[in-house]
């Protein structure tokens, strides 16, 4: 293996934006060109540090998978992984951009650079994150190119991440990154990243040092939700503590607890509730942590949201309440439901009762438990 001390470049197909490789500066140490990598024990594995226009490292590359294989001049051809930026610094990416000038489409390959954190793919070269987005850009010729789109949220289109940026204060341009075809692409902000791996040291080392806490991902999660729908008690714990909204809403409208029941994480469900988190918010469907209890058919979780408020006669937008909801096969659910003073003849948009319900799918035992509350069709 031959020992190289020249600075070169490394194209990575891991980062394709219409067939255009991203290119990174680096100082390769060894080289490995045409090279079969194993990483039998499956950890990162750092391999090559990429420098800066001074030298000196400021990110280093790892694979996550078994094997990784680079081509000539080290293009890596397959193989997870990801580029992280040693701390407090930013590493350079020269993606393609496309812009209109004039109201003419115009494209630039490799002639300008943009700032990140972390960035990483998959086994197949799908780019899935980047972290920490500096909001400027800088062209060949030294000159700035400013983002003014929100860098920890920015638009996302068919997997391609689209940033506003202005060439001297006047021209706008959309910048498009991506992996290869449609692939999904989340951007996550410094606070929700340590939140997706489960790193609550990171995470209260950031906040220590007074990182937004309400700062969301381009799925519009912030750090407190993102731990909430993981079901990651320990980061929940942390963020509360530090004050994060507990009614925080992403893209679907839903708060920390709404996702939490939805994915049925009872031990952060508990949490929130005691942490005085809203146990009637609805989502944008009319959902409420009590109906996806319901829903989920979680029993113990039912009852702790029905002793802390819970509404047990809320509706979705189509007009169904829990009631409806457990009527379709939960004889338990029900006589809990009941017992809590559900309104038994309740009616959905289309004028269905749970015992209408309870009929229609063939539940005879809930059926005649809700006749016998009075129930009528």
Not at 333 to 352: H, I, P
């Amino acid at each position: 293996m031959e020992t190289r001390h020249t600075k070169q470049f490394i194209i990575l197909t891991a980062f394709i934006a219409c067939n255009a490789s991203v290119v990174f500066s680096q100082t390769a140490y060894p080289d490995y060109s045409n090279q079969h990598i194993k990483n039998s024990a499956g950890a990162p594995l750092g391999l090559i540090n990429i420098a800066g226009s001074d030298g000196q490292t400021v990110a280093t590359l790892y694979i996550t998978g078994k094997d990784a294989y680079f081509g000539p001049n080290q293009v890596l051809t397959k193989g997870s992984g990801y580029i992280q930026s040693i701390p407090d610094n930013f590493f350079r990416i020269l993606p393609v951009v496309r812009y209109k000038k004039n109201g003419e489409a115009k494209e630039l390959f490799h002639q300008v650079a943009l700032y990140v954190r972390r960035i990483e793919w998959d086994d197949n070269g799908m780019t899935t994150h980047i972290v920490g987005i500096k909001p400027e850009m800088d062209t060949d010729d030294g000159e700035k190119m400013h983002i003014t789109s929100d860098v920890q949220n920015p638009t996302l289109n068919a997997g391609l991440l689209l940033l506003e940026i202005k060439e001297l204060g006047k021209v706008s341009a959309e910048m498009q990154f991506g992996g290869l075809q449609s692939s999904r692409l989340v951007v996550e902000t410094d606070l929700t990243w340590p939140v997706c791996k489960s790193d609550v040291h990171s995470v209260k080392a950031l906040l220590a040092a007074g990182a937004n806490k309400e700062a969301t991902n381009s799925d519009g999660d912030t750090a407190l939700m993102k731990a909430a729908e993981t079901g990651n008690l320990d980061c929940t714990k942390a963020l509360i503590g530090a004050g994060a909204n507990k009614e925080a809403r992403d893209s679907n409208g839903m708060t920390p607890l709404i996702a939490a029941t939805y994915a049925d994480f009872k031990d952060v469900v508990g949490l929130l509730v005691a942490n005085k988190a809203d146990v009637n918010a609805q989502d944008k469907t009319g959902g409420t942590p009590l109906l996806w209890a319901v829903f989920k058919g979680d029993k113990e979780m039912v009852r702790l949201l029905l002793a802390n408020g819970a509404n047990v006669n809320v509706k979705m937008k189509d007009g169904m309440t829990p009631l409806h909801l457990a009527a379709s096969g939960n004889a338990d659910l029900v006589e809990l439901l009941v017992t809590n003073k559900a309104n038994v003849n309740a009616k959905s948009n289309d004028g269905t009762t749970p015992l209408g319900l309870a009929i229609k799918y063939g539940k005879n035992d809930v059926a005649e438990l809700l006749r016998q509350h009075g129930g009528l069709e």
